[in-house]
Every structure is written in structure tokens, then in C-alpha cells.
Nanobody, 116 residues
């Protein structure tokens, strides 16, 4: 049974930082490209960042470039999202996604709230 468990969300002030983690089990983690998505109330889910299987290539949404960093530790079967200089527009539920060919799995999400 595949499980993706996100953690690290919470309440942070504008300008603050959070580090999200997504721990995977039930799959061969190193074979999967990993991504972070987010969904704010009333909005569609959007891709925030992605990282290839070996961690060699990363991609970011324009809105988070220079502020967010995605990384992974294949030995720990975990992907991370370091979020700095957070803005109110970053508030959303953040989801972890694992993808390999036609296979795709989602975590349950972790809430990020940005408010003073």
C-alpha cells in the first residue's frame, strides 16, 4: 500500500519560513519523480515544484522561484520543500505527488497558513 505523508505545515507570519516533508512508503521511491502542488480555497490545484528521480533537475512555478527549494533524500524516502519569504498568497493546502509513467500517488496534504 502506497502512502505519502506530508508534515511541516502550520501558521507562519509573512516573510517567515517553513519546511515541508513528504515521507513515502510502499513504493520504490527512487524510481518516482516527486512534486509539490498546492490548492487554495476556491482555486485549482497548481504545481509548485518538482524534482527528478535522482534529484538532478528541479522545476518551479514562477510565483515561487527564488523562494522555494525542493530536494529529496532517496535513502530516507523523503522529499522536502523549503519555503522562505512566505507571502499570504502562498497560503494553501500543500500536497505531495509521486509519479512514475502512468502511476501517480497523492498525499493527504498539509495546511500552510500565512498571516500576521
Amino acid at each position: 500500500q502506497v502512502q505519502l505523508v506530508e508534515s511541516g505545515g502550520g501558521l507562519v507570519q509573512p516573510g517567515g519560513s517553513l519546511r515541508l516533508s513528504c515521507a513515502a512508503s510502499g513504493l520504490t521511491f527512487s524510481m518516482y519523480a516527486m512534486s509539490w502542488y498546492r490548492q487554495a480555497p476556491g482555486k485549482q490545484r497548481e504545481l509548485v515544484a518538482s524534482i527528478t528521480r535522482d534529484g538532478g533537475t528541479t522545476n518551479y512555478a514562477d510565483s515561487v522561484k527564488g523562494r522555494f527549494t525542493v530536494s529529496r533524500d532517496n535513502a530516507k524516502r523523503t522529499v522536502y520543500l523549503q519555503m522562505n519569504s512566505l507571502k499570504q498568497d502562498d497560503a494553501a493546502v500543500y500536497y505531495c505527488n509521486a509519479r512514475f509513467l502512468q502511476l501517480a500517488y497523492w498525499g493527504q496534504g498539509t495546511q500552510v497558513t500565512v498571516s500576521s
